[in-house]
């Protein structure tokens, strides 16, 4: 699965209009390839977006033959005024698939690998974060994914923010602690993002032709 990650400046003034034109975006619904989008606002007043396709290939399409048409449609351009985009390879779920999942809030770590820890890294991935996250009442599905550089990001969706901030007070520092997270890490960020109902895209069922 490729993850398309986007991340907004927008000025306070400007946030309507950005989340109008932000819903547009419904029209991915029918894109071949395409697994669904969700996005909202994070802590810092920035627009977070992660868009799932199936395949780099599909994702090329849409690029070449949908996007300008949307993108020049909805007059997003001038809703912001700096966008930061990167494309992810999923590694491997975290619990529940991240495509199709519920929950109102999604947790973003970005995460930048130090040289010569990226095996080490994903190892801890693997054997303590996904089985302490993905057992956490109310984590609803996630994903962890690599997009080269030594950078990481790790997208878990929450049934509510209060679930979320029970895991981090419950869990996380245990978690933390275990897998040694200081030693492999030169930078993380973060996005506790309120996700917007209008902002999600699923897929289209394809019509029945019988």
């Not at 209009?17 to 994070?42: C, H, K, N, T």
């Not at 396709?53 to 700096?82: C, K, P, S, V």
């Not at 199709?100 to 999604?106: C, E, H, N, Q, Y």
């Not at 990001?153 to 996380?172: G, I, K, N, P």
């Amino acid at each position: 699965m490729l993850i398309k990650w986007i991340v907004c400046d927008v000025p306070a003034d400007k946030r309507a209009a950005f989340s109008e034109a932000q819903a547009a975006w419904s029209a991915l619904s029918g894109a071949p390839g395409f697994l669904g989008q969700l996005g909202g606002w994070d802590g810092e007043g920035r627009a977070c977006i992660a868009g799932l396709w199936a395949y780099r290939a599909a994702y090329r399409h849409f690029m070449e033959h949908l996007h300008d048409d949307i993108f020049d449609g909805n007059a997003q351009a001038g809703t912001y005024t700096a966008s930061r985009v990167t494309l992810f390879e999923s590694v491997m779920d975290v619990g529940a698939a991240l495509a199709g999942a519920s929950g109102s809030t999604l947790r973003v770590a970005d995460c930048q690998v130090g040289e010569g820890r990226e095996a080490r890294f994903v190892e801890m991935q693997q054997t303590v974060w996904n089985p302490g996250m993905g057992g956490a009442p109310g984590m609803m599905g996630g994903v962890f994914s690599h997009g080269g550089a030594r950078r990481y990001l790790v997208l878990s969706r929450w049934r509510d923010e209060a679930a979320h901030e029970r895991y981090r007070a419950e869990r996380f520092p245990a978690l933390r602690s275990r897998a040694g997270a200081t030693q492999d890490l030169e930078a993380v960020a973060g996005h506790v993002v309120d996700l917007e109902p209008a902002w999600s895209v699923s897929t289209r069922a394809p019509e029945d032709r019988r």
